[in-house]
């Protein structure tokens, strides 16, 4: 039986209304991401923070990160934080931390209000004060330059420190005020001096010593200097907007760009180019690259503050954002990008996941209809648009263009030129709920219910060519032509090849099955692959199985992978598998099963990718078809119990920074002892009964986020 249903206008209307809004924007949507693109992770009072407030951020080369407080400074090794401040370090008389670098040999320069100027080297604090030489106790801004030498902007004025000698820097007669509030050296070596209300200054080397230019205006007041790539510098101001100096011209962001007259206090560049933009009252923007257009990162109630004190970018790629009164964050770039609900999804747990030959991403609910992935959001299908069920796990097209929906009762939907036809018992099918349609290189559609029955789209109808009496999970036709049916307690079912599908059922002696007595591990077989040099895979409720010989043979969670559970096998541009289970998706290295299956390993080790990557559940979905997709742009997807998860394995990269590891203390005769930067004995009994060792912020598997 069919018949017509109302057509997909009301969709269309919505895409055709939106197409306007996401083609304003094609390189916002590529580049400039929101904070929903990155894993997101906050460390406040609650968590171990001492204070709430990060003025500064650095990284030393042993992995610590360094924090700068209004009271002291703070070490952080990913899991604890350690401070150093007025009541364990006599140089920190009480005095706020504003200015916090690391220079090429490794020691820490700090800025205070109050306590001048302080170095940490080889473990140990030195404080630099106004009495040797520094202007001011009060140090705002302190910056390397490319000859090692630091300079130091004080209260009073500019010094410079080169072999452990302080030397005074002359700034321009009559100047409004000569707080120094921000430091920049160029790539031509000069360097550029923001004051608290005298505007800017630039000084460079002339003959044995240094000449200033004043740049002005007066009363401006700079709190940030950051040069781009192009070698533009900016200049972040108090209240006055932001500001540009390149080839000789300044140009100034305002309201115009979309930026308001707010304190800017931190600035930095992404891979993109995109400048981000750190405020005092409205939290992070984004200058996009070559469009001088402001994007928004995040709502108001999105970050842990709308405060934002300062950017730092460590070694591995990750963003650490200091904020007044909210903390401090980290960003990593997201390798796997999630959809849900909030991208339209009309539920979170999909089954399924298909990309027609219009480009299309199709994903099925139980309940809720099916979505279609188009312009960067998904829209549903139900049975008001004409759809027989709102349940449907299972897709496929035929080479017609024909769409198909196997759904959870309703049978099959076909939907093609705008029409919905719905095919059930009068159309030859045995049964109404099917997990398993599949259209094979010859272009026959294949459906398999859940009671076992083997139909294929013959003449209009549906006819039972085989039935295998359990539940049908997927369909493989091999490059020898047979057609494999996993099942649910039965193994796999392998059809004889031959030409196109008759109406004539096939009988129980023509059906070959592979079952745990023929090597698999499981008979429950959710999901069936070839490989591109001819090998079968089959995924189980119990491990991976390659077929060779006749026979499978099985890799295991005993043998290194995450989860017994394999719901989807997919192939990389390099042929490395990407396998979905309950633990997350991870990737499988092919000369590693290769050497497995060959006795040459033992185990394997594959990676391993959750929440930390951007996944908003690790359990995956399966035991349909399709339950997982390679698209034609190589990006892998998978459904999830949580929305959809999506992976680019050409952009996931590797971190070969190995995790760095420090022994902290030791204890024996039940005390604590701190470990020096050096070997020493111990002392008698001269036995650690235990160690405290640490490595700071554990390596995800997400490798470098690429900022």
Known sequence: MSYKKRNLTKAVLCITLLLPIYALFPRLSAAVKTIDSFQHNVWTQENGLPMNTVVGITQTSDGYIWLGTESGIVRFDGVKFNSFNHENTPVFSGGVVVALIKDREDSLWIGTRGDGLIRYRNGEFQSITADPGIIHNDVWAIMESRDGSIWVGSTCGLCRIANETVSKIRLPE???????????????????????????VRVKKRGGGFESEYLGPDGLKIAVLFEDRKGAVWVGT?????????????????????????????????????????????????????????????????????????????????????????????????????????????????????????????????????????????????????????SVVTFAETPAGSLWFGTLGGGITRYKDGRFDVFGHRSGLSNLLFRALYADPEGNLWAGTIQGGIHCFVDGRFPLIADVNVRVNCFLRDSKGYLWAA?????????????????????????????????????????????????????????????????????????GLPDDIVYCILEDHKNDFWISCNQGIYCLFREEVRAFFKGEIQKVTPVLYGKEAGMLSIECNGGNQPAGWKTREGKLWFPTTNGISVIDPMNMGVNNIPPPVKIETVAFNGKNVPVPGHSWPLPPPRTARSVRRCGRWPCAPTGTSGW
């Not at 005020?177 to 209300?197: M, Q």
């Not at 745990?516 to 895979?537: A, F, P, S």
Request: net charge positive; hydrophobic share 30%.
């Open 174 to 200: 009559n100047l409004p005020t000569y707080t120094v509030a921000s430091l920049l050296e160029d790539r031509n070596g000069r360097i550029w001096v923001g004051t608290n209300g005298g505007g800017l």
């Open 487 to 559: 099942t649910f307690g039965r193994g796999l079912c392998r059809l004889k090849p031959g030409k196109a599908p008759q109406k004539k059922k096939i009988e129980e002696e023509n059906i070959e099955v592979f079952d745990t007595q023929k090597g698999l591990t499981q008979n429950t077989v959710l999901c069936i692959h070839e490989d591109k040099t001819g090998n079968i895979w089959a995924g189980t409720l119990k491990g991976l199985n390659r077929f060779c010989d006749g026979m499978f043979k099985g890799l295991l969670k005993k043998d």
């Open 238 to 390: 108090m209240k006055s907007g932001l500001f540009r100096y390149w080839e000789d011209k300044r140009s100034r962001f305002s309201t115009k760009q979309g930026l308001s007259n707010i304190n800017y206090r931190c600035l930095l560049e992404d891979r993109f180019g995109n400048l981000w933009i750190g405020t005092d009252e409205s939290g992070i923007k984004i200058l996009t690259a070559g469009e001088n257009r402001i994007s928004v990162f995040h709502n108001r109630d999105e970050f842990s503050s709308n405060s934002i004190t300062s950017f730092f970018r460590d070694r591995e790629g990750t963003l650490w954002i200091g904020t007044n009164g909210g903390g401090l964050n980290s960003l990593r770039e997201k390798k796997i990008t999630t959809y849900s609900t909030k991208n339209g999804l009309s539920y979170q747990i999909v089954y399924g996941v298909f990309q027609d030959s219009a480009g299309r991403i199709w994903t099925g609910t139980k309940g809720y209809g099916v979505n279609y992935f188009k312009n960067n959001r998904f829209f549903a299908l139900t049975t008001r648009d004409g759809l027989s069920s709102d």
